[in-house]
C-alpha cells in the first residue's frame, strides 16, 4: 500500500494560533486525500475531500475558513487549523487515494493540543 | 448520505475464540467495503476489504462477507490472539477516489 507521512506528529499551541499539518504521500501520486478528525474512543470524521489543483470539498459542519486545505502537488496536501481553540484539540489524520483506485492509506496521525 | 452502523461496540473474548463484527449501510449505490485495525494512538491499518461483486473473501486468519441484499457485511476473526485487540472499523464507499464513511468502531479484548 501507499506509504503515507505526517507533520509534526505532535503539537501544543495557544489559543489563537495557527497550526499547519503537512501530509506527505511518499510513493504513490495522490490525486485526493481526505482529512478526518478523530476525538477520544471516537470514529473517524471526514473533514473534507482535496484534490490537486482544485478546492476541497468540507463536509458539513466543517467550517472552511477555519479549516484551510491546500493540495498543491500530487504528493502533498495541508491542514492549517487557523485561531486555534481547546475545542479544536483532536487526533487529524489524512489519507490518501486518487488515480483509481478505492483503497485509502492513512497517515500516522497528528496529536493537536491547544492550551 | 451513506450511513454505517457498527455491532457491537465492545468485544471481549478468550484467546483462540473468534470474534465477530458485523456493520449494516444504507446506500444500495456503495460497493467498496475495507475494514480498519487501529491501535492506541496509532493509524488506521486497512486489514482487509471486500468489493461488491464478491461474497466472501479470507486472508489467514481473517475472513469478511458481504450480504448485498440485505446490506450488511461482517468480520470473522479466528482463533484470536493478544496482539488482535485493538479498536476495529468498518466502512463503505462507492468505489474509486470517493470518501469513506466509517462505522462506529469495535473494541476488541482478547484475554489471555
Known amino acids: 500500500g501507499a506509504v503515507v507521512s505526517q507533520h509534526p506528529s505532535r503539537v501544543i499551541c495557544k489559543s489563537g494560533t495557527s497550526v499547519k499539518i503537512e501530509c506527505r504521500s511518499l510513493?504513490?501520486?495522490?490525486?485526493?486525500m481526505f482529512w478526518y478528525r478523530q476525538f477520544p474512543k471516537q470514529s473517524l470524521m471526514l473533514m473534507a475531500t482535496?484534490?490537486?489543483?482544485?478546492?476541497?470539498?468540507?463536509e458539513q459542519g466543517v467550517e472552511k475558513d477555519k479549516f484551510l486545505i491546500n493540495h498543491a502537488s500530487l504528493t502533498l496536501s495541508t491542514l492549517t487549523v487557523t485561531s486555534a481553540h481547546p475545542e479544536d484539540s483532536s487526533f487529524y489524520i489524512c489519507?490518501?487515494?486518487?488515480?483509481?483506485?478505492?483503497?485509502?492509506?492513512f497517515g500516522p496521525g497528528t496529536r493537536l493540543t491547544v492550551l | 448520505g451513506e450511513n454505517v452502523e457498527q455491532h457491537p461496540s465492545t468485544l471481549s473474548v478468550q484467546e483462540g475464540d473468534s470474534a465477530v463484527i458485523k456493520c449494516t449501510y444504507s446506500d444500495s449505490a456503495s460497493n467498496y467495503f475495507p475494514w480498519y485495525k487501529q491501535e492506541l494512538g496509532k493509524r488506521p491499518q486497512l486489514i482487509i476489504d471486500?468489493?461488491?461483486?464478491?461474497g466472501e473473501k479470507k486472508d489467514q486468519r481473517i475472513a469478511v462477507t458481504l450480504n448485498k441484499t440485505a446490506k450488511h457485511f461482517s468480520l470473522h476473526i479466528t482463533e484470536t490472539q493478544p496482539e488482535d485487540s485493538a479498536v476495529y472499523f468498518c466502512a463503505a464507499s462507492k468505489g474509486n477516489d470517493y470518501k469513506l464513511s466509517f462505522g462506529a468502531g469495535t473494541t476488541v479484548t482478547v484475554r489471555a
Open positions: 471486500i468489493r461488491s461483486n464478491v
Open positions: 489519507s490518501v487515494g486518487g488515480a483509481g483506485t478505492d483503497t485509502q492509506y
Open positions: 482535496s484534490n490537486e489543483g482544485s478546492k476541497a470539498t468540507y
Open positions: 510513493d504513490f501520486q495522490a490525486t485526493t
